[in-house]
């Protein structure tokens, strides 16, 4: 079964004037489109690996066969981009609820000062890459920034929800001020998508398996 890139959840236009619609149409159906098409290229040169998820994919890198290791890994872009549409809606954002808010303010003390870090690191990321809190095996949570499309998942850690800032994410209308970017995103962001991924991280289950549980 080949991967495939799942329909925006709004219009291309619903996230304005945080993100603008030539951007979400390009990130979208171009730079997202891109990396499944690729991803499903890799995978038709090992027909054992056509039924496991992108997560698991790359979740073992090590055990994806060498000469698509580097695709695989790279369109893992994937797996990033499908979270990204999720965690975000029209007329999101506000201050978190629930166990993710009770979380955010135990480990960084509070709201404001979690923000502040998740952007400094987004800022800091030099060139092309993602910023995350993930969760650790232990249950805690952590924030972390990864270069080019790596994944939390191939670190054992677990997306409990990123921020994209390759250029490609915001280039068109913020021009070179990314930190612009990363204090407007807050205001489209899905606080109930990303507690039912910090619920499926507190569970063990992966985002994935809580998709099949619910089909
Ligand atoms: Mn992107």
Redesign the pocket.
Known sequence: MAHEVPALPYAYDALEPIIDKQTMTL?HDM??GAYVKNLNAAIEKHPDLANKSAEDLIRNLNSIPEDIRAAVRNNG?HV??SM?WKIMKPKGGGDPSGPIAETIQKTFGNFKDFQTKFNDAGTKQFGSGWVWLAGKSGGEVQLISTPNQDNPLSQGLYPIFGN?V?E??YYLKYNNRRPEYLAAWWNVLNWDEINKRYASFKSGKTADERELAHR
């Open positions: 990130h730079h997202h872009g990033n981009h990204f994209d390759w490609h994410a």
